[in-house]
T-cell receptor
């Protein structure tokens, strides 16, 4: 069975500073990895995904993530955050053998002016 | 292209009442699912469907029923509402084949309060 751990429930960071949101997963099979963003009082939208190929994945709004198979991690990074990045970020894993996404508990990104 | 739509946006129920949360998508997606979102718990899968006439249970199915009579619609029924079902409910859909099937599209959510 797969599981996803997002190590930080909240990450406060100053505007224009870099940020890293951590995600670790466990799985005995090959997986596909996703980051979704949820802005206040909205649904979730896809930020980026790793399916195969290059381990560095670029997404929308300047975010990127790196798949590290040996560390079983898929950390999300942005070199310079803006107030508009205030949101909750969810990491999710899907095994290549079924449809279901397994979700982390989420990390709230708090941007300090 | 409306994507995934959900109604209602907000609902307040009394314990024991029943209701149906509506979900529709216009992208011809085979896969549809219902999640509930509770603080600090991420999203938990309630039920899902891989096509019309086919449904299955997710992680937290108790107290909920679903049916899938058409590709477009996937309603979620609460049989006898309980305060523990107070949550935000999201419907999502995706293609089920090939790499394109791996992105789920979400509706805007239904915020349900059970008193």
């Amino acid at each position: 069975a797969q599981s996803v751990t997002q190590l930080d429930s909240q990450v406060p960071v100053f505007e224009e500073a870099p940020v890293e949101l951590r995600c670790n997963y466990s799985s005995s099979v090959s997986v596909y990895l996703f980051w979704y963003v949820q802005y206040p009082n909205q649904g979730l939208q896809l930020l980026l995904k790793y399916l195969s190929g290059s381990t560095l994945v670029k997404g929308i709004n300047g975010f990127e993530a790196e798949f590290n198979k040996s560390q079983t991690s898929f950390h999300l990074r942005k070199p310079s955050v803006h107030i508009s990045d205030t949101a909750e970020y969810f990491c999710a894993v899907r095994a290549n053998s079924n449809y279901q996404l397994i979700w982390g508990a989420g990390t709230k990104l708090i941007i300090k002016p | 292209n409306a994507g995934v739509t959900q109604t209602p946006k907000f609902q307040v129920l009394k314990t024991g009442q029943s209701m149906t949360l509506q979900c529709a998508q216009d992208m011809n997606h085979e896969y549809m699912s219902w999640y509930r979102q509770d603080p600090g718990m991420g999203l938990r899968l309630i039920h899902y469907s891989v096509g019309a006439g086919i449904t299955d249970q997710g992680e937290v199915p108790n107290g909920y029923n679903v049916s899938r009579s058409t590709t477009e619609d996937f309603p979620l029924r609460l049989l006898s509402a309980a305060p523990s079902q107070t949550s935000v409910y999201f419907c999502a859909s995706s293609y089920s084949r090939g790499l394109a099937g791996f992105e789920q599209f979400f509706g805007p959510g239904t915020r349900l309060t059970v008193l």
